[in-house]
């Protein structure tokens, strides 16, 4: 028997593309996760090495990176399916794990997979460090501005003609459209 298993990484991603692919390998069953590949439970592929139970079914992936997490991962994943004698099939790399030459290149393929993956992380990185250099942090924009802040807590201070404060929190919050949290965060700054 054959068994499709996909994988996208966020719920805005669209796994109908792997799911029609899987289908026209002759896959019987498809089984499609929506989880990032880093996440240790991905309860459809459970399902799908379930199900690709016995010596001689197939599980079937579009791209070797849709299946593991890592090349241990990887490699561990195809350890259990060899010691049940099912084979993995990766169509767009044209892996057969039946034969000496497919094991070889799934192996050498998963090497690439974690390099490739590696330097993308090394490359953000980079890239954040050269933002933060530049003055730039992550994140949203501030929700009040220097001028704002400084009207804020001018409105704070401000007393009435009982002493007490003119302005509170909640008022201050309301005028420039944010939360009380964000004053209080905004008056906690030197």
């Known amino acids: ?3 499709g298993y996909g994988r996208v990484s966020t719920p805005d991603q669209h796994p109908e593309a792997q799911h029609d692919a899987l289908a026209a390998a002759g896959c019987e069953q498809v089984f499609v996760d929506v989880a990032s590949g880093k996440l240790a439970r991905r309860p459809e592929l459970d399902k799908a090495l379930l ?69 993308m992380s090394e490359r953000t990185r980079d890239g954040l460090a050269a933002a933060r250099a530049r003055g730039r942090t992550g994140g949203q924009k501030p929700k009040l501005g220097p001028r704002q802040v400084k009207l ?14 003119a302005y509170t929190v909640e008022h201050i919050a309301q ?16």
């Open 51 to 119: 199900s690709a139970n016995r010596a001689g079914d197939q599980l079937v992936v579009t791209k070797l990176d849709r299946l593991g997490r890592s090349l241990e991962n990887l490699i561990e994943v195809s350890k259990a399916l060899q010691e049940r004698g099912v084979d993995l099939v990766v169509l767009d790399q044209s892996i057969d794990t039946s034969t000496a030459m497919g094991l070889m290149f799934f192996q050498i393929l998963g090497s690439i997979a974690e390099f490739e993956h590696a330097l």
């Open 152 to 165: 804020a807590r001018e409105m704070y201070e401000e007393k009435g003609a009982d002493g007490k404060r």
């Open 175 to 190: 005028e420039f459209g944010v939360t009380r949290p964000t004053i209080y965060r905004h008056l906690a700054k030197p």
């Open 1 to 3: 028997m054959r068994v």
